[in-house]
């Protein structure tokens, strides 16, 4: 099977640390999927204006190394407990392919790209390459009162951020919001805890330096 990207994603993180570790967990997060060449024919969304979410099918582009083992460490388990790859939605995979559902913010059907999705709330790096792209259906893709495994018995909690106003004032109201749930997230990797270490992820064009004592994320610099 030979599959080649559709689009690549344009997002305002340059790197891959600080993303969500799961589409849908700050809606604030704008990005835009610009479509390859060949594949800059109105015909090829004609109804999708419909649709409130879609399904993004994506290569984890950024991850370097191949996946030898069976086992990961997931985020949620701290790192400290192992699980069979395929019971989790780590990066490091046979098949490196991403899965994220996407709110459609605008279609924007002409352009100097042609058209282009804005969309809503992706965990997708800037340029990552998208293989397809599939509506999100209720009635067959919802499954209500489903159990989520090892992940039901993790207390999902978030930090509290203070950002000085002289950065805050760097961004618009939408991307401040979006930076605030982000990084309330904690991106560092979950068995750090040194309150000194100071931490940098790329957001919107600046780079965030931050750091975290106990259950507050300061950010420092931009």
């Avoid at 030898?68 to 490091?92: H, I």
């Avoid at 979006?178 to 990084?183: G, P, V």
């Amino acid at each position: 099977m030979k599959i080649n990207p559709i689009a690549r994603f344009c997002s305002p993180f340059k790197s891959k640390f600080g993303i969500p570790k799961q589409s849908g967990l700050v809606e604030e997060l704008t990005g835009k999927i610009i479509f390859e060449p060949p594949f800059r024919n109105p015909n090829y969304l004609r109804g999708i204006e419909g649709f409130d979410f879609i399904w993004l099918i994506w290569e984890f582009s950024a991850n370097p190394h191949e996946a030898t083992s069976p086992l990961v460490r997931p985020p949620v388990l701290g790192g400290n407990e192992k699980m069979g790859v395929f019971a989790t939605r780590s990066p490091f995979r046979p098949n490196p392919i991403g899965l994220s559902s996407v709110r459609i913010d605008q279609v924007v059907w002409e352009s100097a790209n042609g058209p282009v999705l804005h969309v809503k709330g992706a965990d997708l790096m800037d340029g990552t390459p998208i293989y397809d792209i599939k509506p999100y259906i209720p009635y067959a893709d919802c499954h209500e009162n489903a159990c989520s495994g090892f992940i039901d018995r993790c207390e999902q909690t978030r930090l509290q951020v203070e950002i000085p106003e002289v950065i805050a004032s760097l961004f618009s109201a939408e991307q401040l919001l979006a930076l605030r749930k982000t990084l309330s997230l904690d991106p560092r990797p979950h068995y750090h805890n040194n309150p000194e270490k100071i931490y940098g992820m790329s957001f919107a064009g600046y780079d965030i330096h931050f750091r975290v004592n106990e259950n507050t994320l300061i950010v420092l610099t931009a």
